[in-house]
């Protein structure tokens, strides 16, 4: 009896480390810093496409500080209308500072002298200092939509704006040796999935349609149960961490499950015998292992979907009981 009692479990949860990046977007920021120090910690990342979203009727609003915008995404319905204010925190302008934005146009020949401005890919916020112009933050209406639904800035964001992020997943990758930078850069399914793939709305770049979402752990929770009979060496051990196991694991295991569970185009293991693996976590004996998406994405495959973000705990789940079970539990 006292052996059933002693029982553990791993409760896996991924987010997003960077706002899903255009492959176009990848190729100008891959030399980066800033992007480089924030996919430190990712390992895992998922090559999807979806249509082309822009900023549409954007007009600079003078006299309260902001910027007017619509988000457009092709043949998707749903038009989300924004307000950002310049004056918050984050974008740290003082008393007295300009700000100008800087558009990068989709079609780059044309010049647009007057508002509204459309057919935006990006845009650029530079403050004026007395050393001459100062780069604030760029935002893609996905990395501006990840950093609101984030908290990380405010902005006024109305309509359906989780019809935006819904990503078929064409690749599942890791780079636990190398940083995804690196690893994507050289890259032969990358670059393969850009030749090959068809772009879903016609007469557009399947570089502006092919995403790169990379993700880290925002929690690997262990979870420990002690019967009668429990070892106090085990007891010590778990409360200390000490049989905890690395990320690196984690990372090669989650792809592994990622892979069995979407069964992607691209990928040529598919890991059929999982969660049997000789690197992964199988020879940790967990009772239960599940992973979770925390942000409120959707990834479409073949067989359905996948939905995170549904609950401060993720979203529908991976689950493997007892190293032999494998299943996706859809939230209700």
Not at 157 to 167: E, L, P
Request: a negative charge; charged letters at 25%.
């Amino acid at each position: 009896m006292s052996n059933f009692m002693n029982r553990k479990s791993l409760l896996n949860q991924l987010e997003l480390a960077y706002a899903p990046l255009t492959a176009y977007e990848f190729a100008i920021v891959k030399d980066d810093k800033l992007i480089e120090r924030a996919l430190e910690k990712a390992s895992l990342y998922l090559i999807g496409q979806r249509p082309v979203s822009t900023f549409e009727n954007v007009i600079p609003d003078t006299t309260v500080y902001q910027l007017n915008f619509e988000i457009h995404q092709r043949g998707n319905p749903n038009i989300l209308k924004c307000k950002l204010p310049f004056d918050q925190e984050i974008f740290g302008l003082m008393q007295d500072n300009v700000v100008d934005v800087a558009f990068n146009y989709l079609d780059r020949p044309i010049k647009q002298e007057k508002c509204p401005f459309q057919n935006i890919h990006g845009f650029s916020l530079v403050r004026h200092t007395e050393n001459g112009k100062e780069f604030i933050i760029w935002f893609s209406p996905e990395k501006l939509l990840q950093n609101w639904w984030k908290g990380f800035i405010d902005c006024e964001i109305q309509g359906d704006w989780k019809s935006y992020i819904k990503y078929k997943v064409h690749y599942v990758g890791k780079a636990t040796k190398q940083s995804i930078l690196k690893r994507l850069t050289g890259h032969s399914t990358f670059q393969d999935i850009l030749s090959l793939e068809a772009p879903v709305t016609e007469k557009q770049l399947p570089a502006n349609e092919i995403v790169i979402l990379p993700f880290e752990f925002q929690d690997n929770l262990q979870i420990q149960s002690f019967g009668e009979e429990a070892d106090t060496k085990d007891m010590v051990a778990s409360l200390l961490g000490d049989n905890y196991p690395d990320q690196e694991k984690i990372f090669i295991d989650a792809e592994k499950a990622l892979i069995k569970a979407i069964r992607p185009s691209y990928n040529k293991e598919l890991f059929n015998s999982y969660p049997i693996s000789r690197d992964g976590l199988y020879n940790d004996n967990y009772d239960a292992i599940s992973y979770t998406f925390i942000d409120p994405i959707v990834l479409v495959y073949e067989e359905g979907e996948i939905r995170g973000g549904l609950t401060h705990t993720g979203g529908d789940t991976i689950l493997i009981i007892n190293n032999k079970e494998f299943k996706l539990v859809k939230h209700k």
